[in-house]
Structures are given as C-alpha cells and as structure tokens.
C-alpha cells in the first residue's frame, strides 16, 4: 500500500556549513556541465536533456509506482525522450501532442499492475512539459541567453531563499508540507532572482530593459518557490524525504530541479510574446 498523505517526515535540519560545503562542490561539478551544454547545443545539449530526463523518470517511478517501478519507468521515459526529439526537430505540435497520448498510456499501464493511474499520467507531464519548453527554449534565436538566464534566475531564488532562511530563520512558509522553508528564505529569494533578472538583461542588448529583465526575474522567482512547494507536497505525499541521493547535499536530481522545471514555463512564455510582439 502506497504511504499515507500524512506519513510524518523527519524534522527539518539545522543550518551547518558542512552540508554547504557539500551543496558547493556538488555545484562546482554541475553547473560547468550545464552552461558548457546550453551553450554548446546541438547533440551536447540533447544528451543533456536525454540524460535529465532519464534520471527524472527513475525517481519519479520510484516515488510514485514502488510496486512495479520498472513498467512506470519505462512509459514515462518513452514518452518524454520522443517528445523531446521531435520539438529538437521543431515538430512542435506533434510533441505537444505526444505529452497527452503518453500520460494517457501511462495511465493505462499504471492501471493494469495496480498503481496509481493519475499518478503515472502526471509523471509525463510534469517532466515532459517543462523539458519540452526548454528545449524550444533553447532552439530560438538567442536561445542560450535565454536558458543561461533562467538557470541565472533560478540559481539565485534557490541559494539566496537557503542562506537567508538558514540565517535568519523566522516564520516557517509552509510547515505542515516543507519545515525548512521560511518567509524569510522566500523574500531574500526573490529579490536574489528580481535583481539577477535585471542584471542579466544586459546581455540582450537593446532588446530587454533591465525592468522587463527584473520583472522576469520576479516571475521566475515565484515560479522557483512555486516549483520547490509543489515538490515538497508531492513527497508528502509519496512519504518520502527526498526524490532520491544522486546529489550529494541535494538529493534527487528532481530536489535540484523542481523550482527550474516551473520557472522554465515563465521564461518560455516570455520568450513566446516576444517573439510575437
């Protein structure tokens, strides 16, 4: 039987500059893999999202489908990796598409070894559409900027929200689903990415205004904090602390994520009426 909504978590952890230390070096090895591969593209950045994608559905199903992992895995990942390939290709409608007849599949498949239909089907979109809009994203014009601006925005909402929460402690934001979190994590958090927003408006030239890059950056803040709450409720849920320990310090790779994976969708609909305006 799947957890308990309720399934009491362990009691949040004190700040210790020991598991910073970690949070650092985990970083220092990542984040030059990440900006390399944005801003490479091409196969380079693929493999990125393919391996991305891989390692998501295995926490996924292994939160989600503890009895048959394996037949959840196997759906959620197909799924997603096609519909990655064919936005690559810029076959944009037809991989939209594909994110509704995956989760309809999953669903069935759930079903028929017993686990929870919506949630096989929510694993598709929740990890397919935030990676089919980043790698759109990435394919416009200007792209890299685009995705170094959002990993930029999102970066600074994560770090700033844990140092100042950590320091400053205060009222939590949200405790009966994340006890770590505070109000005051969630304001030096989003004036970290407002004020990181506006400067990276400087590298678009003429096109962005630093209030335009600020007002981004507050949107894709929020998202962060959005993206980071949605998954803390989604582990009460499953009854578990963390999506997984691929990360030392972090966790699952989906700890380390989650708030991109709403933030992405701010800074892809910012880019679309751009485009279009």
């Known amino acids: 039987m799947a957890p308990s909504p309720m399934t009491p978590l362990p009691p949040a952890k004190r700040f210790d500059w020991s598991n910073l230390a970690i949070r650092a070096a985990s ?18 950045f693929l493999l990125l999202i393919a391996v991305g994608v891989a390692l998501l559905s295995i926490e996924w199903a292994g939160m989600s489908a503890p009895k048959a992992p394996l037949r959840v ?26 994110m509704a007849v995956g989760a309809a599949v ?17 694993g598709v979109v929740y990890i397919g559409v935030p990676c089919l809009a980043l790698v759109w994203l990435r394919g416009t014009p200007d792209g890299a900027l685009w995705v170094l601006m959002l990993f930029a925005v999102t970066w600074a909402a994560d770090i700033a929200a844990f140092l100042v929460g950590s320091l400053l402690k205060g009222p939590k934001l949200w405790p ?4 770590n979190k ?39 803040g929020l998202a962060t904090m959005g993206g980071d709450l949605w998954e803390s409720m ?25 708030g991109l994976m709403f933030a992405v969708l701010v800074l892809a609909l910012a880019r679309l009426a751009e485009l279009f305006t």
């Open 73 to 98: 895995l196997s759906v959620v990942l197909v799924s997603v990796l096609a519909g990655v390939f064919l936005i690559y290709l810029r076959y944009v409608p037809l991989a939209w598409a594909l």
């Open 182 to 220: 505070t109000w005051s994590g969630f304001a030096g958090g989003l004036v970290a990415s407002t004020a990181t927003g506006a400067l990276c408006s400087a590298l678009f030239g003429p096109t962005m205004g630093p209030v335009t890059g600020a007002v981004i950056g507050l949107t894709g």
């Open 27 to 44: 970083a220092l090895v990542l984040v030059p893999a990440a900006v390399g591969a944005v801003w490479w593209g091409g196969p380079p």
């Open 176 to 179: 009966r689903f994340s006890p």
């Open 106 to 122: 999953a669903a069935l498949v759930a079903r028929r070894v017993a686990e929870r239909p919506a949630d096989a089907a929510f």
């Open 234 to 258: 989604l582990k009460r849920r499953f009854g578990v602390k963390d999506s997984g320990d691929l990360i030392p310090g972090h966790g699952g790779l989906l700890d380390r994520v989650d």
